[in-house]
């Protein structure tokens, strides 16, 4: 056992040392960070700069409507009537929109004063209002900015709520009443419901099923290549015959295995602490960075809950996947001579991999569906497809330890294949093995 | 407490086109300097993995130190240097060094102990630079196969196994190992090295074991081997050149088994029986002057080459003996 230890110390604290190890581990909050944080910055930027647009109403109803309208699009939540109270004062809105009322008759020639405003830039863009509006809600923007899908929604929704208001005061309803309706705001959330009743967000729970796939792929990808790579530099080095005299071929190949996982593991904690970290600090990070104002504006989705369950099944799901592909990586390092080989005979083992991936997408749009269902159950698909699935949406219990279970045999197959591949092909040197003469290996030892 | 510290017999290993070792059998006394000796492909390399168990006979059994080798416990217990020396590149020079230490069971702090001393006696490590922080990659090649040296002594063991020790080390890093072969001895270690360098192996070792193509050609303290084969090979040097009448002496086939030429020197092995005596009354006859008439222990290399001879050496199978 204490060799063991010494072979599991030795690969743990040769790579965390490493620099690029560190280098990897510090960029990937970052990385994290600038992933969570910058749609949301850029989309309370967004919100700001729309509303902070140089743009001019031009009133041709002689309703006053064009006023509630520039009231409405520079400040979306305050009321539409002229504000009243202690602090009428400070939350008077900005004079940011001017409305410029004109008759019907010289609408025309004020349009295209406005053409030339807009084309020197001294005004970004207008927005018309005339009896059309007030009849059936046609309203017409020209501006630099014409394209914008947010601004222009914005504008749909204070002209419709400013026509909408206008309406409901001339039918009698009380001006504040009226206001009131009109900002009613709708927002269907959808909620997943889980067997124990807890519940979530349900885009959440794909989007989080999706990142927990992705990682998983990474982290196989990434310390299966790396135990690759260590396995053929004891080879070629020819350290492995040191080691040998001291310690069984399967000693070693445990201790690689258990310490490269726990790199992966002591690596991926980071980066999962750094990202909720991140994640909960996000209204106050962009805050610090765009403004206190801005810090309560909407981002992206809310993390799903997750059951205890599920997280065990989550970290079962990354060992046993993780020691399969291990395994089966560390075969190939022992079976070659060169980098060149390893990248060639490497090849059997992506495609599996890959292969489960590429359902990762159809998986993610139909969670419930048959093809997530047999994926989910395949030993090679499992670790990727079933954690995926299981987040997406609710997985029985016994269903996700059949998997799990399929996912440990099949992994204590490949650890057993491996060590005897493993046990001979370290020290063959020259060309690579057959298939035949694989096997001859595999009953030999 | 056996005598011996390897004890093997009948050991046999096949290969898918050949065979490796066949029937071996090698016993090595406690505290013998004792040399593997064989052209390459002789089955050295084969023979000392077997012994360390990297690779298991197909037949036969080996005991190390009164143990058999699969006893986990007995690996302890030895060092080992192999023919292809290598160690981790990227990591420091002490840190490899403990982890070696460590696969042999010593606890660190003996370990760390005993590299200091070992770094210093290496001159690895002096006031002005301490080559025990550097990667091993920042060693010259000198410098690596002494830091390989030191890790297959680092835990003291009472067997030490060498493979081709002296292939590709400098004059000065070779002396140095002699002397430590010499030290190991005395302090009552038993040491074991495959060669192929014979004038190495007949100043070095108490016992010699030639093999080849798998199987022992012969074996036994060098002196013996010596003995039995000497005897039968005379150094004969005449006044002047040699006769008519001596060469017909020299190539009479029921007399003299071979003969090598030098014009006035000739070294003459006498077929088996013969008696040097008969060669001498015959030479004398003749009438021929002889300067000097001397029954010659042959060398190692001699022997080996007399042995084992050039068809010893199979094409396409050097490499890992």
């Known amino acids: 056992m204490g060799k063991l230890f010494a072979v599991i110390r030795r690969e743990y604290l040769e790579r965390v040392r490493n620099k690029w190890f560190v280098i990897v581990t510090v960029f990937g909050p970052v990385f994290f960070a600038v992933v969570m944080i910058l749609p949301a910055y850029l989309s309370v930027r967004g919100l ?29 939540r305050r009321g539409g009537n002229p504000p009243s109270g202690p602090d009428a004062e400070t939350t008077t809105p900005r004079q940011l929109v001017r409305v410029d009322t004109v008759s019907a008759a010289s609408l025309a020639a004020a349009e295209s004063t406005l053409v030339l405003e807009v084309m020197a830039n001294r005004l970004s863009g207008y927005l018309i209002l005339d009896s059309a509006t007030l009849g059936n809600g046609q309203a017409r923007y020209a501006g630099r900015n014409a394209s914008s899908v947010g601004q222009n929604e914005q504008l749909e929704t204070a002209v419709r709520s400013a026509v909408m208001g206008m309406r409901l005061e001339n039918a009698g ?43 998983l792929y990474i982290a196989i990808i990434l310390y299966g290549q790396a135990i690759l790579r260590g396995v053929l530099e004891e080879k070629t080095t020819r350290v492995a015959e040191v080691i040998l005299a001291s310690v069984k071929p399967d000693i070693l190949l445990a201790g690689k295995v258990i310490g490269v996982g726990a790199v992966g593991l002591t690596q991926f904690g980071i980066w999962i602490a750094s990202a909720l970290f991140f994640w909960g600090e996000r209204t106050r990070l962009i805050g610090a960075i765009v403004g206190p104002s801005a810090a309560t504006a909407p981002t992206g989705f809310d993390f799903p809950s997750i059951e205890p369950f599920t997280i065990v099944a989550l970290v079962l799901f990354f060992i046993f996947g993780y020691t399969l592909y291990a395994s089966l990586f560390a075969a190939v390092g022992a079976m070659v001579g060169t980098q060149e080989e390893a990248n060639q005979a490497v090849q059997p ?62 992994a204590l197959g490949a650890i057993w294949l491996s060590a005897r591949i493993y046990r001979v092909g370290l020290l063959m040197y020259g060309k690579r093995p057959t298939l035949r003469e694989l096997w001859r290996w595999v009953r030999q030892s | ?45 084969t023979t000392i993995r077997m012994i360390l168990n990297i690779i298991g006979p197909d037949t036969g059994s080996i005991h190390l130190l009164g143990r058999p080798n699969t006893d986990r416990a007995i ?42 001393e070992w770094l210093e006696r290496l001159s690895l490590r002096s006031a002005e630079k301490d080559w025990g922080k550097a990667k091993v990659e920042e060693l010259s090649r000198g410098m690596q196969q002494k830091v390989q040296f030191i890790g297959t002594l680092l835990h003291d063991p009472d067997l030490v196994i060498l493979d081709e020790p002296f292939s590709g080390l400098d004059p000065i890093n070779a002396q140095a190992l002699k002397d430590t072969v010499v030290e190991l001895k005395r302090r009552g270690r038993t040491v074991i090295f495959s060669t192929h360098l014979m004038d190495n192996a007949e ?69 088996a029986g013969a008696d040097s005596q008969t060669l001498l009354r015959r030479v004398l006859e003749t009438g021929a002057c002889i300067q000097r008439f001397e029954r010659v222990q042959p060398s190692l290399h001699q022997i080996f080459l007399q042995r084992v001879g050039a068809t010893g050496v199979e094409e396409g199978m050097s490499g890992h003996g």
């Open chain 1, 48 to 76: 700001r700069d729309a509303k902070v647009v140089d743009l001019r109403v031009v009133d041709a109803t002689g309703t006053g409507l064009g006023a509630r309208v520039a009231q409405r699009i520079a400040d979306p």
């Open chain 1, 173 to 215: 309803v009380v001006a504040a009443n009226a206001d009131s309706i009109t900002r009613l705001r709708v927002n269907v959330a959808a909620v997943r419901i889980t067997d124990s009743g807890k519940s979530g967000s349900g885009v959440g729970g794909i989007i989080f099923g999706g990142v927990i796939a992705f990682m």
């Open chain 1, 349 to 410: 083992v992506m495609m599996i991999l890959v292969f489960s991936v590429i359902f990762v997408q159809p998986v993610m749009t139909n969670p419930t569906g048959r093809l997530a269902e047999v994926l989910s159950l395949i030993p090679f698909s499992a670790p990727i497809i079933m954690p995926l699935r299981m987040t997406a949406t609710p997985v029985p219990a016994l269903i996700v330890m059949a998997s799990l279970g399929g996912v440990l045999v099949t």
């Open chain 2, 1 to 45: 407490m056996t005598e011996l510290a390897i004890d093997i017999r009948g050991i046999s290993k096949r290969y898918a086109d050949h065979v490796a070792v066949r029937d071996l059998n090698l016993a090595v006394p406690r505290g013998a300097v004792y040399g593997l000796l064989g052209p390459n492909g002789a089955g050295k390399t």
């Open chain 2, 75 to 116: 690996l302890d217990r030895l060092g080992y240097l192999p023919e292809e020396r290598g160690l981790y590149k990227k990591m420091a020079v002490r840190d490899v060094l403990r982890f070696l230490a460590e696969l042999k069971g010593l606890d660190r702090r003996t370990a760390d102990l005993r590299i200091e």
């Open chain 2, 203 to 271: 100043r070095l070792c108490d016992s010699v074991c030639i093999i080849a193509r798998g199987e022992k050609v012969l074996d036994g303290t060098v002196a013996s081997v010596k003995a039995e084969n000497a005897g039968r090979t005379v150094a004969l040097a005449l006044d002047g050149s040699a006769t008519p009448e001596v060469m017909a002496v020299l190539q009479d086939r029921t007399l003299v088994e071979r003969v090598d030429d030098q014009n006035r020197f000739f070294e003459v092995e006498l077929v």
